[in-house]
């Protein structure tokens, strides 16, 4: 099975929000350690920032698969410890966004699975220049889920 998420996963939903609560707690900390009392206005900056981050990082990363498998006719995705095998078929439609980063996949899902009705990622990204570049990856898989859409289709005839 070929991995078809990006490997700097773990690094955006664990890393990253550590790092930015982290430097806004040093950042409060210090504001108390001063010498003198900090306004209330000093205060409101890092709490807009932790409300901001907090709001952008549950919207854009703390809902991503931790990693996604390739396996021909269906993707493994594995999410906190668990796993689950989604067959192509079962695949209602495959959105990838543009502009966002990180750049995601939501594939919204047939019967609900273990995860839900949609399973989100972050793709593996080849360079490119061009902000506008479509991902090589969704437009795989939309080819490829239409395809067993199809023969499923068929088989029911």
Same mark, same amino acid.
């Given at each position: 099975m070929k991995r078809i998420s990006s490997r700097y996963t773990f690094l955006l939903k664990r890393v990253f929000p550590v790092l930015w609560f982290?430097?806004?707690a040093i950042f409060v %900390?210090?504001?108390f350690v001063?010498?003198?009392?900090p306004p209330l206005l000093d205060l409101a900056a890092p709490?807009?920032?932790?409300v #901001?981050?907090?709001v952008l990082m549950?919207?854009?990363l703390w809902d991503l698969a931790d990693e996604v498998l390739d396996g021909g006719d269906f993707l493994v995705v594995k999410y906190r410890g668990m796993e689950e095998s989604i067959p192509l078929a079962n695949i209602m439609n495959v959105n990838a966004t543009t502009? #966002?980063?990180p750049p995601r996949?939501? %594939?919204r899902l047939d019967v609900p699975g273990r995860f839900g009705n949609e399973a989100s990622f972050s793709p593996l990204r080849s360079f490119s220049l061009s902000p506008f570049a479509r991902n090589t990856i969704a437009d795989d898989l939309i080819v490829r889920v239409d395809q067993a859409r199809s023969r499923r289709a068929a088989q029911k005839r």
């Open positions: 982290g430097f806004l %900390l210090l504001l001063a010498p003198e009392t709490a807009l920032m932790a #901001v981050g907090y549950k919207k854009l502009l #966002v980063n996949i939501t %594939l």
